[in-house]
């Protein structure tokens, strides 16, 4: 690999290598079932779709750079990989795709039923595998972020095809769904190592804000970007009439005759050829598109920001660099 | 309330009234959310169905009966119910049910996005109660008992319509889907209060026979009860095509034309008028009724006997007249 080219994800993967390699076979052992050959099926499946596994490093790295020298942060990082394969089974159901990361999802290759229950054994394994280091703040930590996560989801669905969703609920959203997962992995490291207050709380605020960003990120590239290439298309967020940032601020400075458009498209779901066309003009329009664009920039700087309490340590530069990287696709 | 003509279930409630007009409360509290008005609608449409909080009257019991006089157990028992709820929520998904306890099911007055959400949200307070009483053992219990379940569930979707499910599996099945809550409910009591191993195994004993013993009567009654006049209606698991004890034990001994039927109306689910009235006849040809009877009335044994290492005591007395009761409906 060249290292100075690689992304700073792939730097990052270098640096904590061998704990990653622990974590990978931490979590293929623990997501077999002796008892129901239908679970190594489901979890093999989503195994080898990959992931960049961005949580479970966020967990490594932290931990290592408050100078935790135990091995717990290896279940806890598995613990937080656990949940968001779990979630994304359930939420595969819920917006009933067919596609994740460019491969058939579970839901399709098998059924709806073997995703909702092959989700809740990866969702009770995260937490077998939780208990098991026996700190309990950091067990706190985690089952908080759980249920937070599952408020975000219920949230989402009943304001999705809500022409009336605001900003406020949109980042409630986006706190639940995506931001808490983050937090968490990058607040359990330094609680594992016994780190003063003040950089819990400045890795707290990293990996919830780098998780904002992250989403906010997606919500834009569904309209501004080519497409992902693993699977995702432009557009698809309309499709599924979901209000996402640049919609809701469209929609705020919307005249009659567009709310009209929004209405039929989003709220009724009678979406026509070329509606896609006219709702990127319209953001275009009202520069929402833009805005968007500067609130992810401004996520990431407010993580980047976050470490200031951290010392010095290649591993902190690190994930600054992540910052800049995630938020890199919308400049 | 007439204590002398009450059934054990009523009898004990009494008997630990304050203790569960705690867990009542904390259910209410816990089932709540702030930040997704829908999860309260789902959760209060729950708990007014009403249940017969059998799991958390076991925990509350055991913990008073090993001479527990903390109030960890409240949790506990809350956890439990939690779980239970979980499943049912994800469980009317999975078997599309239209009710549940004579009353329409979340699934059919939402959609199954909302059960799927709020079940997981469910399942995240209940992982947050547990964690709060601190006792690192009681949380390995529980969250085994999560895993357990979902690995039972699983293997009852993928034995579904199989006619080569053994007994085996149906045991591996129930043991899964409904003993583990059972024994974890019954095992957290004497590990909080701190009792010798053999009565902590004792009451994992009885809870799991206890739960055993629950389904197979469950499955039995599905053939040979006259409803339960609670929403359940004779012949469900039939139209559903599931392979319960007395059915699985009639293919066991069925000549090549039964073997036709139960491939005909179970493997392929073409039923047709008269097909469960047929049914329930080659069970009583095969005598697989009255030997799911007996085995019903074995683990209901099993239950009371595993009670022997407790000291006497009023609570034990009732928790074996639960194992009589839970088996009176097959006699």
């Known amino acids: 690999m060249n290292l100075v080219a ?31 050959p239908r679970i190594p099926e489901v979890t093999a ?30 279940k806890l990082a598995a613990t937080v990989e656990f949940i968001h394969t779990a979630t994304l089974l359930h939420d595969d159901v819920v917006d009933e ?24 054994y990866l969702f009770a394994r995260a937490f077998q595998l939780m208990v098991e280091p026996g700190n309990t703040r950091a067990l706190t930590i985690l089952s908080n972020a759980a249920a937070v996560i599952a408020e975000g989801e219920v949230l989402q669905l009943t304001a ?30 330094p609680v ?8 819990v709380q400045a890795l707290f605020d990293y990996g919830d804000a780098l998780g904002v960003c ?23 967020d309309f499709r599924e009439r979901k209000l996402t940032l640049p919609v809701i601020r469209a929609i705020a400075q919307a005249n009659g005759e567009e ?38 920039l401004a996520w990431a700087d407010h993580a980047k920001r976050s470490l200031s309490p951290l010392p010095p340590h290649p591993l902190r530069d690190m994930l600054s660099d992540i910052a800049d990287f995630v938020v890199q696709r919308v400049n």
């Not at 594992?192 to 950089?199: I, R």
């Not at 992250?214 to 698809?236: E, M, S, W, Y």
């Open 6 to 36: 690689a992304n700073p994800l792939e730097r990052l993967s270098v640096a904590i290598a061998d704990d990653l390699a622990a974590v990978n076979r931490l979590i293929r052992d623990r997501m077999a079932s002796e008892n129901a």
């Open 97 to 120: 795709s067919a596609q994740r990361r460019g491969r058939p999802t579970a839901n399709l290759l098998w059924d709806n039923k073997s995703s909702v229950l092959v989700g809740d």
């Open 214 to 236: 992250f989403q906010v990120v997606d919500d834009f590239l569904d309209f501004g970007g080519a497409g992902d290439g693993i699977g995702k298309r432009l557009g698809d």
């Open 160 to 189: 999705a095809q809500n022409l009336a969703t605001t900003e406020e609920t949109y980042f409630k959203v986006v706190r639940g769904k995506t931001a808490a997962l983050f937090s968490a992995a990058t607040q359990v490291g």
């Open 45 to 74: 499946h989503l195994i080898e779709a990959g992931g960049k596994r961005i949580r479970p490093m966020l967990t490594l790295a932290v931990a290592r750079l408050c100078g935790y020298e135990g091995d717990a942060h290896i």
């Open 192 to 199: 594992l190592a016994g780190s003063p207050e003040d950089q």
């Open 259 to 296: 709310l009209a458009f929004w209405d039929r498209t989003i709220a009724r779901g009678d979406q026509l050829d070329g509606d896609l066309e006219r709702a990127m003009a319209l953001m275009a329009r009202h520069g929402t598109m833009e805005s968007t664009r500067q609130t992810a």
